[in-house]
C-alpha cells in the first residue's frame, strides 16, 4: 500500500496507523473490562434487593398470606429496570407474582423455579434467591431485570472512547505533519544531492 508513495507520506501514515493501533487496543481493552466488571456490579445489586425482598417474604409465604406477598413484591416497583418477580412455595408452585408496567418485553413468569444462582439471557439478568427462615426453605424468589443500566452505560463510554479517538487522530496527525520533517528533510536533502551527483558524474 505504501510501495509508492512518498517518503513523507509513508512516514505520516506508519505514525497514524500505529498511534490508531495503540488507541484501538486500549478502548478495547478498556470496554472489555468495564463489561465485565459492570455485569459483576448488575449481579451483586440484583442479589442484595433479592436477599431483602427474600427477607420481607419470609412471613408471607410461612402463613401463605398472598396480600403480604404482592405487597413485597410491589416494592420492587421503585427500581425501573425490574421487568418482573415472583414468589414460588416451598413445593415449587407459583405463589404470586409482579410484572412492571414499564416493561417493554416479556412480562411473564415461568411456572416453576429454576436452580439458584443467576444467569444472563438476551437482554436479560434472571436470579433465583431461596427464601429461607431458621434454616427451613420456604419457597423461591424470582427476580428478571433489564440490561438498561449496561446499555445506557456502554453507549456513553462509547461516545467517550470515539471522541478520545477522533481527538488523539487529530493531535497525532499535526505532531507528524511537523516533526516528520526532522526526519524526510534530510534524508530528501541526501536524495537530491546523491541525484545530482549521479546525473553530473561529478563525484
Known amino acids: 500500500m505504501l510501495k509508492n508513495q512518498r517518503l513523507t507520506r509513508k512516514l505520516m501514515t506508519v505514525i497514524l496507523l500505529t498511534n490508531g493501533a495503540v488507541l484501538t487496543l486500549t478502548c478495547g ?43 413485597v413484591l410491589s416494592g420492587l416497583a421503585a427500581d425501573p429496570h425490574i421487568e418482573a418477580a415472583a414468589l414460588y412455595d416451598a413445593t415449587g408452585v407459583l405463589f404470586t407474582r409482579y410484572t412492571s ?17 443467576y444467569r444472563f439471557g438476551p437482554g436479560t439478568l434472571v436470579l433465583h434467591q431461596p ?13 428478571r431485570s433489564d440490561l438498561g443500566a449496561m446499555y445506557e452505560r456502554f453507549t456513553l463510554y462509547g461516545g467517550m472512547v470515539l471522541g478520545v479517538i477522533v481527538l488523539s487522530g487529530a493531535v497525532a496527525l499535526i505532531l507528524a505533519a511537523r516533526l516528520q520533517r526532522h526526519i524526510t528533510r534530510p534524508v530528501l536533502a541526501l536524495a ?3 541525484t545530482t551527483v549521479s546525473g553530473s558524474k561529478d563525484y
Request: proline share 4%.
Open 29 to 71: 481493552t478498556f470496554l472489555v473490562y468495564e463489561l465485565v466488571t459492570f455485569r459483576q456490579s448488575m449481579v451483586s445489586s440484583l442479589s442484595t434487593l433479592a436477599q431483602a425482598t427474600a427477607a420481607n417474604s419470609t412471613a408471607a409465604l410461612a402463613f401463605a398470606n398472598q396480600d403480604d406477598a404482592r405487597y
Open 101 to 117: 408496567p414499564r416493561a417493554d418485553g416479556d412480562a411473564t413468569v415461568p411456572d416453576r423455579p429454576d436452580s439458584d444462582g
Open 131 to 143: 427464601v429461607a427462615l431458621d434454616d427451613r426453605r420456604l419457597g423461591t424468589l424470582y427476580l
Open 192 to 194: 537530491s544531492t546523491a
